[in-house]
């Protein structure tokens, strides 16, 4: 599957904006990124192993928790895409 | 879909020159005579006049939107110039907002111009939003977003939202009568320091004006009541790929300001919501600094004296001090390479990031270290006035 990254976290993925993964559900591709870039994990995940609350993922036009969050199903083609809220400022 | 243009009386007439400037306007069945009015009649908040107000304001008034509201508390930078269209060089050092409204009334004369020169806050917000029919986001930190977001629920202002960040843009409208808001879409926002806004910030100077002219068509069509709202979507906008993406934002039913039972009935401390308190520096830690005179005289007098420079490379190759460049995301993992018996001096742009880097070489043992305050933009300053500043 396609995973979009955006721009904010694009420093962890070595610049990756679209990074292609072998996954069956959004779990594993979470899994697979975090295991391809290490330092994603902590822009991801809480202290607690939780999804971030302010990081949205979204599988094609969905945001996952509106489906079945992690244990999504994914197939051949489908786009995962990691939404950070951005406030759009540029201040130091 | 619930618009305000069905709360709004159908406009006053039009002069004989207005009919001849919205020409082009008046020729469309969509908008014809009686739109031009509901353009006329429409009173639009726009919150900050900087990236996104710029295009925003000129073309609400290019198209004959009656009343403008703008809030803005800030100085034209010479910085701002890149992106900020409705400033102009001979603008830099006024108040935004006098130099705004000169641009506009030139623009248009028919347009009324109602300037806050204010901050936004829990205390003016609800009564200067109320004056209007719906608020354009044009702001740049997080405790002004949910800020707007919650003042537009609570009086029932659309929210007309977007936001910028390198390539990136993002717009939608939030709270219309039936759609999600601003906290459906992100419930709380991150932690400062978090998402790393200062070492990747900057942003490509055209990006607002395309973000910008989405929230613009979005204002204007909820005045007319044409088309399909973005409420209920999230706009994606890639500049590099040239991409548009759209994404499903479904209302929250546990929102806390939009759900059918909401914990927020009233405008709340948005920067201790947000953090902000503690941004200059990881929260509370207060962390031993130099000014810039006194790194000087230690350089000059040959002192031992390690400088450590935690910026970007393509800001080091705008200027630098001849320090180690050592970017502060790659500080952990190359921390062995500083000496903690040397004095060590960090510095950044302005202060901030080399303030992280200090706590955190002071939590990992080092003692001899410090900030340096105003970072090398004070260096510029007060120092060598023949350095580059950005």
Not at chain 2, 146 to 171: E, K
């Amino acid at each position: 599957m396609t995973v979009h990254v955006p721009a904010p976290l694009r420093p962890f993925t070595g610049q990756q904006a679209v990074l292609e993964l072998p996954a069956r559900t959004v779990g594993e591709a979470l899994t697979e990124l975090v295991s391809r870039h290490p330092e994603l994990r902590r822009q991801l995940y809480g202290e607690d192993g939780r999804l971030r609350s302010f990081v949205n993922l979204y599988l094609n036009d969905q945001d996952i928790r509106s489906l079945q969050k992690e244990a999504t199903p994914v197939r051949e083609g489908d786009a995962l895409s990691i939404v950070p809220a951005v406030a759009g400022g540029l201040k130091e | 879909m619930a618009v305000p243009a069905g709360r709004l009386p159908p406009g006053p007439p039009l002069s004989n020159d207005e009919i001849l400037r919205y020409s082009r306007h008046l020729l469309m069945p969509e908008v014809a005579l009686e739109g031009q009015q509901r353009l006329k009649a429409a009173r639009v908040l726009c919150v900050g006049a900087g990236g996104l107000g710029s295009p925003v304001m000129l073309y609400l008034a290019a198209a004959g939107v009656g009343t403008l509201g703008l809030v803005d508390f800030d100085v034209v930078d010479y910085t701002n110039l890149q992106r900020q269209v409705i400033h102009a060089t001979p603008d830099v050092g006024r108040r935004k907002l006098e130099s705004a409204a000169e641009k506009l009334r030139a623009l248009n004369p028919y347009v009324g111009l109602r300037p806050f020169e204010a901050r936004l806050g829990s205390d003016n917000a609800l009564d200067i939003v109320s004056q209007f029919d719906l608020v354009v986001d044009g702001t740049d930190n997080f405790a002004t977003r949910y800020l707007v977001n919650d003042a537009c629920v609570l009086t029932g202002r659309p929210n007309v939202y977007g936001s910028i960040f390198r390539f990136d843009g993002q717009a939608s409208v939030f709270a219309t009568r039936d759609g999600p808001c601003y906290r459906c879409l992100y419930p709380e926002p991150p932690p400062p320091g978090l998402v790393p806004s200062c070492a990747e910030g900057g942003v490509l100077g055209i990006l607002p004006g395309l973000v910008g002219l989405i929230q613009a068509t979005e204002v204007v069509k909820l005045v007319l009541g044409r088309g399909e709202p973005l409420a209920g979507r999230l706009l994606l906008v890639d500049a590099l790929g040239m991409q548009f993406r759209e994404l499903k934002i479904p209302k929250n039913p546990e929102c806390p300001i939009c759900g059918p039972h909401p914990t927020i009935t009233a405008l709340q401390d948005y920067e201790a919501f947000c953090g902000v308190r503690g941004e200059e520096a990881p929260a509370g830690v207060a962390v031993p600094e130099i000014q810039v005179e006194e790194l000087k005289r230690r350089l000059d007098a040959g002192d031992d004296l390690l400088v450590v420079d935690v910026r970007e490379p393509h800001e080091y190759q705008i200027c630098n001090l001849g320090g180690l460049l050592l970017p502060l995301g790659d500080l952990p993992r190359r921390v062995h390479e500083l000496d903690s018996s040397r004095e060590i001096v960090v510095h950044c742009r302005s202060g901030p990031r080399s303030a992280k880097a200090v706590a955190f070489l002071r939590q990992v043992g080092f003692r001899k270290v410090r900030n340096l305050a105003g970072g090398i933009a004070a260096w510029a300053e007060r120092v060598d006035r023949r350095m580059p500043r950005y």
